[in-house]
T-cell receptor, first 108, second 115 residues
Framework: QKEVEQDPGPLSVPEGAIVSLNCTYS??????FMWYRQYSRKGPELLMY????GNKEDGRFTAQVDKSSKYISLFIRDSQPSDSATYLC????????FGTGTSLTVIP | GAVVSQHPSWVICKSGTSVKIECRSL??????MFWYRQFPKQSLMLMAT?????????EQGVEKDKFLINHASLTLSTLTVTSAHPEDSSFYIC???????????FGNGTRLTVT
């Protein structure tokens, strides 16, 4: 079983839709959770960084962590074509673990 | 803040030559830097972890004599791909962490093509 599971998609939504991206994990030692956005041929860009269960909001982005279910989510409200990218979840205990990424396309 | 600069962004080299990739933390001191390799439609594969002033720790299966890592200062780490072969063609990405438990900040990657 992989440490981190993420549906690779691809996911295609119309502009303005709410996007939900998810990851599950198996290691209960994970304490810090991150979401990165990666445009084609670029490095990952940190979007959200959370610790412990609960929600964290930053503009149109909301990160949600449910440690009891070992499940994290990233919600994007009012999605824009510029949100089209691959989204990577990441988490850490004593080292970092990454999901495979979900490819998102927002259609104008 | 937390900007990581990686150079070059792309490089083409001939088989048998060496290529050096630089990774700099521009506005923070990075106690730890990480080097990743990414294949198309796959996640990041950790190659090695480097701490300033000490030898890098390589992941299993990564040849340390082929992928030389130097972390000479708190703002600079370099990866040298020695005697490059076509199978070394890939997207290499560095990342840096200011301290524990800060998140990782990534450079923009280097696309290496070995002909």
């Amino acid at each position: 079983q992989k440490e981190v599971e993420q549906d690779p998609g691809p996911l295609s939504v119309p502009e303005g839709a709410i996007v939900s991206l998810n990851c599950t994990y198996s290691n209960s030692a994970f304490q810090y959770f991150m979401w990165y956005r990666q445009y084609s041929r670029k490095g990952p860009e940190l979007l959200m960084y959370t610790y412990s269960s609960g929600n964290k909001e930053d503009g149109r982005f909301t990160a949600q962590v449910d440690k009891s279910s070992k499940y994290i989510s990233l919600f994007i409200r009012d999605s824009q074509p510029s949100d089209s990218a691959t989204y990577l979840c990441a988490m850490r205990s004593n080292q970092f673990y990454f999901g495979t990424g979900t490819s998102l396309t927002v259609i104008p | 803040g937390a900007v990581v600069s990686q150079h070059p962004s792309w490089v083409i080299c001939k088989s048998g030559t060496s290529v050096k990739i630089e990774c700099r933390s521009l506005d923070f001191q990075a106690t730890t830097m990480f080097w990743y390799r990414q294949f198309p439609k796959q996640s990041l594969m950790l190659m090695a972890t480097s701490n300033e002033g000490s030898k890098a720790t390589y992941e299993q299966g990564v040849e340390k004599d082929k992928f030389l890592i130097n972390h000479a200062s708190l703002t600079l780490s370099t990866l040298t791909v020695t005697s490059a072969h076509p199978e070394d063609s890939s997207f290499y990405i560095c990342s840096a962490r200011q301290d524990n438990p800060s998140p990782l900040h990534f450079g923009n990657g280097t696309r290496l093509t070995v002909t």
